[in-house]
């Protein structure tokens, strides 16, 4: 079966760090783009960031630049996505997705790509 797993969430103050793993079972992550997503209650789905399979593409919302950073290792097939200096708008489900067609040295944030398989989600709060 092929699925994505999210883990790492949690309750946190804020300027508190997390960092979120997504892991792989059924398939290889290693030629797929990763991208991480968002959804607060009563908002869309926003994109955080994403990384290209090679590893040589990174891009980062405005809103977290700065704070979050994504990486990946392909060794335990999992990507991760640290997050520092947490705010309290930061708060939602996290969710991670993956694409094996994407070239190499793209990856996308837009929640209108589509992205082949999705994580069911880590619930991020973060306290004032």
């Known amino acids: 079966q092929l699925q994505l797993v999210e883990s790492g969430g949690g309750l946190v103050q804020s300027g508190g760090s997390l960092r979120l793993s997504c892991a792989a079972s059924g398939f290889t992550l290693d030629y797929s783009a990763i991208g991480w997503f968002r959804q607060a209650p009563g908002k869309e789905r926003e994109g955080v960031s994403c990384i290209s399979s090679s590893g040589g593409k990174t891009i980062y919302a405005d809103s977290v630049k700065g704070r979050f950073t994504i990486s990946r290792d392909n060794a335990k097939n999992t990507v991760y996505l640290q997050m520092n200096s947490l705010k309290p708008e930061d708060t939602a489900v996290y969710y991670c997705?993956?694409?094996?067609?994407?070239?190499?040295?793209?990856?996308?944030?837009?929640?209108?790509?589509?992205?082949?398989?999705w994580g069911q989600g880590t619930q991020v709060t973060v306290s004032s």
């Open positions: 997705a993956a694409d094996p067609t994407t070239d190499r040295n793209m990856c996308f944030i837009s929640r209108r790509f589509p992205y082949n398989y």
